[in-house]
C-alpha cells in the first residue's frame, strides 16, 4: 500500500476548464508527500516510519519507508519501492446501476466528491515480486488525504482494510525535477534502477536480481538513498539512514550527486560499474 498527496498522483489526463478544481489539483504533478499515519482494520492511527514519496511530472515515483529505531532498513515496517502510477475518477452510472464510486441512495446513484482510485506500478519492490497496488484516496479537509485499500498484513497474510494519511511538502514554482534509470543485464544478473530529484529532495533505489530470483520472484538486492539540499550553501546531504552508508564522496552504485548536480539534461549517461544510468526526464 502507498500513496501521495490528493493532487499529486495519476496519469495525465486532458486538463479542461470546465473540470472541476479538485480534479485539476489530483493531476498535478511533480509532488513531494510524506506520509503522517496509518491505520490498519479499525485500529487508531500511528506512524512507524519515515515515508517520503517523490512523484515526478511523468508519473515515476519512488517511494521509501524508513523504520524509525537503529535498523533503519530492517524488519516489517521498512518498505521500498518505485515505479509509475496512474489515477480514474470512478464515475456514477445511469439511474438503477451501481459501478465506480457511486452507491444506491433513495433509489438514486450518488457521487463521492473529492475522490480517486490510484493504482501504483512497482516495477522495483524491495519486499516482493513486481506488482501493483491500488487505493481510493479522498481529500479532507485541513489539505491532507486519506488513502483507503485492502492489503496482506500481519504473520498469516490475510486481507485488511488499511488507511493511510498523506500530506503534500510544499515546492518552489520553479523546482526542478530530474529522473534516472537503468535496466541492464550484466551476465546472469539484471539490475533496475531509478533516481528521482525533485526540489531540494533526491531519493534512489537499485536492484540487483540474479537469473534465478528473478525466476522464483523474489526481490534480491535492494539498495535505497535518500539526500536532501541545504537551503543555505544548497549542499546535498545523504540521509544516514540509506543502505549504502554515510559515505557523500563519488557515486558507487547509484548516480545520485550526478543526478542532483545543475546543468542535466535529457538524454545524459553516466556509467557506475557497468552499467548505464540515463536521465529520461528533466524539467
Known sequence: MTGERLGNIGQTQPESETQPQWKLDLLSTPSISIRRGVARGFDAAYEDTSTLVLTSLGRHFIDIRFALGDNPTGGDSYWAF???SEVTFPSAGRKGERRGNGFRGGGEIV???CMA???WKHEIDSKRRND???????LLGNGQCIEVGVSASGPTGGLQMYKEYWEAVEMDEDASCVVARTEQRTGREKGVGMVIKLGRYCQAIFRRQSVSAEAEGRAGEVHVERWYRSEEGGVWTKDWRSSTGNDEGEDVL???KWVCQDG???GDVIELLGRKWEVVECT
Do not use: F, L, N, Q
Request: with cysteine; aromatic share 4%.
Open 132 to 138: 501493483a497496488d491500488e487505493g481510493d484516496v479522498y
Open 264 to 266: 542535466r539534461k535529457m
Open 254 to 256: 547509484m548516480p545520485s
Open 82 to 84: 518505485a515505479g509509475t
Open 111 to 113: 457521487e463521492i466528491p
Open 117 to 119: 482510485h490510484c493504482v
